[in-house]
DNA sequence: GGAACCATTGCACACGCTTGCAAGAGCGTA
DNA sequence: TACGCTCTTGCAAGCGTGTGCAATGGTTCC
């Protein structure tokens, strides 16, 4: 019948543990202390006792005494994307796999929010921060560097000092995907982008215009809304109601590409790839879907992962701390001739 | 030159801002504890000091006193699925509105991992867990309860003391996709199910069984895989090959319904709707593009995350601690006569 | 002017843990 | 027996906070 606050936990504490099994508190800690020096009597009631009373160390007093949380902050905004998706879902893998944990932070809602983001980090005392979205101001980013928190960039591509930047050969891939297209007897070329403007997608826009430059090719370029299906279909609108039809396009997104394809083929009457060719980027779970089947460049997400987390457990920061991946062709269906 | 060991973070504490600041560390301490008694003259003086060196409460600190930690743990697998995504999407958005933060935590690996996660939430003195994916052993829920950590299952649909468990209404739900095929004509019904036996994806087979009984029609019941795209492929090859070739199926699933009816369209040349019926469960955003154009039902991931951390945020706990959602049924163009 | 009250502030303890240090135990050797 | 060595263990300090308690100073009221 009481108003019972809740509010009170109750976790059982080393002294306890130590009581039980008659030993002090320290030898407790050093049970569930890798490397530190117990007998194998003690370490046995130690456990035997933990294990009774449910013991489990506490991760928030641990950090505090050796300065490292074991935290690691995931920062990312529109995280429901299938490719933001799946890099969280390697990154999350791989850093238990190195015995950290990860912190998720939504930056969804206002611009300044990596910021705030950054400064949950420091609060949680994070032992590093991995920005998947967005770009901090850089007296924050300064602020964790400083105070000897890791910093990595996947995909952002300013220079951050200290910090470890990951990103594709964007560039290079435009322009293989424009040979693709060209050997495919494509003769008018289109790149579809969002307008946000991130580096790495301006970078496929400018690769892919200097190869058809080149070539002696104009490339028409058409910009709009977030990198989502929806200004895929307004893309496709804008594109192929032009003039001059384009017969290739290059998507900055598998998402883009998705939407674009659909528009072509439903509200065009169009034929992939008889009509139009296509290439995204990314190579999300539904590109090899049947109806889409789309020809796009894949993102080695464990790659990413792996060189993220890897640079956080070595104990020495290296000088160099930029990392370029390729981005490799998958080949299907949507350009003719694979 | 020198191998310069980062390890050591040199966060800045209070008492250094007290001291700059010209104050005690308890004036600090009271400036960032809303509600305490500070002057306005003291707050601004360590404000600004605060605000000079980059001071930012420790969180892990501050966990440890007040008992409260401030985090939750989202306990997940295949996490980068649709719907997994844009639950998490949900949870991470009202969790910050909360002032709390998540922990991710995947538990792709092996089975009794969420048992492992659990004791991970414990170590981090998590404010509570809410678990996405698979089942937790009776004894280490038991012993979050105990520890006075909250709980929440979100379509698992077992029994926990003290664990809120929210739910869809999945029987209802089927039941009405049942009368919508027969009202779009529909005379041989199948459901396509994965075999994973997840309560609720059951509790869907036996509603549309159910419906179908009293009805007077036997539904034909195919189980394979997990619930995926590829799934659906298996389902599809296995349902339309039959000699009685259903022309109403109802999947567990979205994504089973995705590669299900590609599958019904590129192998075996079936129009859906004319030659096939389907609805699927979830809406997902794939289900609303334009080549699948999918009847399905949508989850109402705002309200359950809601739910969720409303509850998490409440001081008492009520005795009521389940939550049946309902499943709206987004009507578009997989059935006839919608 | 004195009493009563209030807001503010500093002190010191507590939270649960790690770890340096010194002491104790056990043992082999001279 | 005395000595030196290794392994183990307890003590106590400290990590960065929050907060009860008492002291201080200022204001109001009689």
Redesign the interface.
């Known amino acids: 019948m009481g108003?019972?606050?809740?509010?009170?936990?109750?976790?059982?504490s080393a002294k306890e543990v130590a009581h039980r099994a008659g030993v002090s508190r320290s030898a407790v800690s050093r049970t569930f202390t890798p490397g530190a020096s117990v007998s194998e009597e003690t370490r046995r009631r130690v456990v035997e006792a933990a294990e009774a009373l449910?013991y489990?160390?506490?991760?928030?007093?641990r950090?505090?005494m050796r300065?490292?949380?074991g935290?690691v902050c995931?920062i990312v905004s529109?995280?429901?994307?299938?490719y933001?998706?799946?890099l969280?879902?390697a990154l999350?893998?791989q850093l238990?796999s190195a015995s950290k944990?990860?912190?998720?932070?939504?930056t969804?809602r206002s611009d300044n929010s990596v910021d705030q983001a950054l400064?949950?980090a420091?609060?949680?005392?994070a032992?590093a921060s991995i920005i998947l979205s967005g770009m901090p101001d850089k007296s924050i980013t300064e602020?964790c560097v400083?105070?000897?928190?890791?910093l990595v960039l996947i995909n952002r591509d300013e220079q951050r000092d200290g910090a470890l930047r990951i990103n594709l050969h964007d560039r290079e891939a435009a322009r293989r995907a424009f040979i693709a297209f060209l050997r495919a007897g494509c003769r008018s070329f289109a790149f579809a982008n969002s307008d946000v403007g991130t580096p790495s997608l301006m970078a496929r826009e400018e690769g892919f215009r200097a190869a058809g430059r080149e070539h002696g090719f104009e490339i028409t370029i058409e910009r709009y809304g977030p990198t989502r299906?929806q200004s895929g279909v307004v893309l496709a609108q804008r594109l192929l109601t032009r003039e001059a039809r384009p017969d290739a396009i290059f998507c900055a997104n598998d998402l883009l590409a998705?939407?674009l394809m659909?528009?072509a083929?439903?509200q065009f009457r169009l034929t992939v790839p008889d009509d139009l060719c296509i290439i995204g980027f990314d190579d999300i779970?539904?590109s090899s879907?049947?109806?889409?089947n789309l020809t796009t460049f894949s993102q080695p997400v464990d790659r990413i992962a792996e060189e993220a987390v890897s640079w956080l457990a070595q104990?020495?920061?290296s000088d160099e701390n930029s990392c370029k991946l390729e981005a490799q062709l998958v080949w299907r269906g949507s350009v003719r001739g694979g």
């Open positions: 108003r019972q606050v809740v509010n009170r936990k109750i976790f059982v449910g489990h160390v506490n991760h928030l007093a950090g505090l300065n490292e949380s935290i995931l529109e995280l429901d994307t299938p933001r998706a799946s969280i879902r999350t893998r238990q944990v990860a912190m998720l932070i939504n969804d400064r949950q420091i609060s949680y005392r032992d602020l400083k105070s000897g928190q890791r299906y998705c939407g659909d528009t083929r439903h779970e539904q879907w049947s109806s889409y104990p020495i920061l």
